[in-house]
Nanobody
Framework: QVQLVESGGGLVQAGGSLRLSCAASGRTFSSLAMGWFRQAPGKEREFVARVSRSGGATYYAGSVKGRFTISRDNAKNTEYLQMNSLKPEDTAVYYC?????????????????WGQGTQVTVSS
């Protein structure tokens, strides 16, 4: 089993920044590809970003590319999502997710473990 705990969400004005963290335990962190998803009220969960096991490869949704940066520190068993130039449409619950076996990077079904989520609210 893998336990994932997100932190760092909050309320921020449009144009501001937040950094989310996801602490993992229960399995060798470097064996997991990691991702971030988000879900706004009344909408489906959508892909945000993914980072490879080594951290050397990243992949972003078009809506966040150039504004968000995903990274990981395998020594600290933690992944991060640096969010800059935030917009009201970025408001959602953000979830980190872990992938045991490489699969579709942007599909929720391809991830095996999920955190409980952290709320991000961007005011206009």
């Amino acid at each position: 089993q893998v336990q994932l705990v997100e932190s760092g969400g909050g309320l921020v004005q449009a144009g501001g920044s937040l950094r989310l963290s996801c602490a993992a335990s229960g399995r060798t962190f470097s064996s997991l590809a990691m991702g971030w998803f988000r879900q706004a009220p009344g909408k489906e969960r959508e892909f945000v970003a993914r980072v490879s096991r080594s951290g050397g490869a990243t992949y972003y949704a078009g809506s966040v590319k150039g504004r968000f940066t995903i990274s990981r520190d395998n020594a600290k068993n933690t992944e991060y999502l640096q969010m800059n130039s935030l917009k009201p449409e970025d408001t959602a619950v953000y979830y980190c997710a872990a992938q045991l076996v490489s699969g579709a990077p942007d599909q929720p079904y391809a991830y095996d473990y999920w955190g409980q989520g952290t709320q991000v609210t961007v005011s206009s």
